[in-house]
């Protein structure tokens, strides 16, 4: 069993910041890619950022890319989601997954993670 625990949300003005972090339990963290997705109301969950389990490699949806970095500490057994240039559009609860594959690669399907944290709210206002 691996749990995932976010933290780091919030309510930010647009043109802010903020830092998520997700910390993982119970299993090996560092082997496996890790990814963000995140779900506005009435929407489904759509992905965010995605990272190798080196933290080598890191891919991003276009809506955010150039605002948000994913990386990854894996001595912490962690990986954070800056979010810089916060737009009202990027409210959200916002969770992490874990990689289904060892050493495997990230992809930004929903089926490809395997364990889900519970989700931090961030919301943007204008």
């Known amino acids: 069993q691996v749990q995932l625990v976010e933290s780091g949300g919030g309510l930010v003005q647009a043109g802010g910041s903020l830092r998520l972090s997700c910390v993982a339990s119970?299993?090996?963290?560092?082997?496996?890619?890790m990814g963000w997705f995140r779900q506005a109301p009435g929407k489904e969950r759509d992905f965010v950022a995605a990272?190798?389990?080196?933290?080598?490699?890191?891919d991003y949806a276009d809506s955010v890319k150039g605002r948000f970095t994913i990386s990854r500490d894996n001595a912490k057994n962690t990986v954070y989601l800056q979010m810089n240039s916060l737009k009202p559009e990027d409210t959200a609860v916002y969770y992490c997954?874990?990689?289904?594959?060892?050493?495997?690669?990230?992809?930004?399907?929903?089926?490809?993670?395997?364990?889900w944290g519970q989700g931090t709210q961030v919301t943007v206002s204008s």
């Open positions: 997954a874990k990689g289904k594959y060892y050493s495997g690669s990230y992809g930004h399907g929903r089926h490809e993670y395997d364990y």
């Open positions: 119970g299993r090996t963290f560092s082997g496996y890619a």
């Open positions: 990272i190798n389990w080196s933290g080598a490699s890191t």
